[in-house]
């Protein structure tokens, strides 16, 4: 397996990386863990299939718990995401929203939008998983007609 590296003067950088969370080491633990991020992402992919859009390969990281972030995604075409320990203890249907959140980040290069239930720069208090799957699929919708 090789590393996509970028060379600096002073240190080599990992492509799986990200300066906002720190990923964990996996071990049983955290595989069960990624497990529970991969169903969303499966769902998501099920989602778009519905509509007859393809949904590429993401790279999903597992990171330690974090105060302020549930989520990381990095965009123009680098399809990863970093869910943390934080995302995954609030519960399934928060976690479902922080994938599906962080997917339309990566695949569709989406901004935050105050107010929407998905893009919301903050975890929307009033978002509910039914009206994250429909602006999901609406912006998948608008990204594969351009």
């Not at 995604?73 to 399809?79: H, P, R, S, T």
């Amino acid at each position: 397996m090789s590393i996509k590296t970028r060379r600096t003067r002073t240190r080599r950088t990992r492509n799986d990386q990200c300066s906002q969370l720190q990923n964990k080491r996996m071990n049983d633990a955290t595989y069960a863990e990624r497990r529970k991020v991969m169903a969303w992402v499966y769902h998501a992919r099920d989602l778009l299939r519905a509509e007859g859009i393809s949904m590429p390969r993401v790279q999903i990281r597992i990171c330690e718990e974090s105060n302020r972030t549930l989520g990381v995604a990095k965009i123009n075409g680098e399809l990863a995401i970093w869910i943390s320990q934080t995302a995954i203890d609030e519960g399934n249907v928060k976690l479902g929203e922080t994938v599906l959140h962080e997917l339309a980040h990566t695949l569709f290069n989406a901004p935050h939008v105050d107010g929407c239930p998905l893009m919301h720069p903050c975890s929307h208090p009033k978002a509910n998983l039914p009206a994250c799957e429909r602006v999901f699929v609406e912006l998948a919708r608008a990204h594969a007609h351009r």
